[in-house]
């Protein structure tokens, strides 16, 4: 089986800078999503991680490190309308490539 | 460009009746179909697949099942409803891409609130 956490709920202040992390356990990992989901709506595709390392778009970057299980989502210089939920989902290839989602984090930005 | 639809966007049902959740895809062809659900403040939760016309997956057991008729449509059905089915239904998509990257898009969703 799969097990994804990230943390529930992120405060933070407009203008600053909040990292969500992701954990991960699966046996044949295939790559890892970031998806934005505001309240009441279908979620958005963020961002791709298949190697270790870095992928940067624009505000947004994400982590991954496949030898830990771990990936991070890092939002710069927030806005009111980064306020959402935010979805780690991994996929398994030993699973018929589908994704797991973790429960989500709920980042609440402040003015 | 690629689009999804779903509806109803919203739905109040009493328990013991049946549902009929449609979703269509524009712009692609042979596209991963996925229904999703997801509880108040929670995940989603994979609830179907299908990788072609009449191949359905089951990820849960329940009363809810699955059809695909066409390429491009995906059904959730169900003939009695439970209190426990009341939630948000998300239909996403997939193709594989070049890069393997292989991601999701989802459909507005149907809000159902079984009384």
């Known amino acids: 089986g799969q097990n994804i956490d990230q943390p529930t709920e992120m405060t933070a202040t407009e203008g600053a800078i909040v990292q969500i992390n992701c954990t991960y356990q699966?046996?044949?990992?295939?790559?890892l999503f970031w998806y934005q989901q505001h309240a009441g709506e279908a979620p958005t595709f963020l961002s791709y991680?298949?190697?270790?390392g870095l992928e940067e778009k624009g505000r947004f970057s994400s982590f991954l490190s496949r030898s830990k299980g771990y990936s991070y989502l890092l939002l710069k210089e927030l806005q009111m309308k980064d306020s959402a939920s935010y979805l780690c989902?991994?996929?398994?290839?030993?699973?018929?490539?589908?994704?797991?989602f973790g429960g989500g984090t709920r980042v609440l930005v402040k003015p | 460009s690629q689009t999804i639809h779903q509806w109803p966007a919203t739905l109040v049902q009493p328990v013991g009746s049946p549902l009929s959740l449609e979703c269509t895809v524009e712009?692609?062809?042979?596209?991963?179909l996925y229904w999703y659900r997801q509880a108040a403040g929670r995940g989603l939760q994979l609830l179907f697949y299908?990788?072609?016309?009449?191949?359905i997956s089951s990820e849960v057991p329940q009363n809810l099942s699955a059809s695909r008729p066409q390429d491009r449509q995906f059904i959730l059905s169900s003939k009695k409803l439970l209190l426990s089915d009341s939630g948000f239904y998300l239909c996403?998509?997939?193709?594989?891409?070049?890069?393997?990257?292989?991601?999701?898009?989802f459909g507005p969703g149907t809000r159902l609130t079984v009384t």
């Open positions: 996403a998509w997939s193709v594989m891409e070049w890069t393997g990257q292989y991601e999701q898009y």
């Open positions: 989902a991994v996929r398994d290839n030993a699973a018929g490539n589908k994704l797991t």
């Open positions: 991680n298949v190697l270790d």
């Open positions: 712009g692609t062809s042979n596209p991963n």
């Open positions: 299908s990788v072609g016309i009449g191949q």
């Open positions: 699966t046996s044949g990992f295939n790559g």
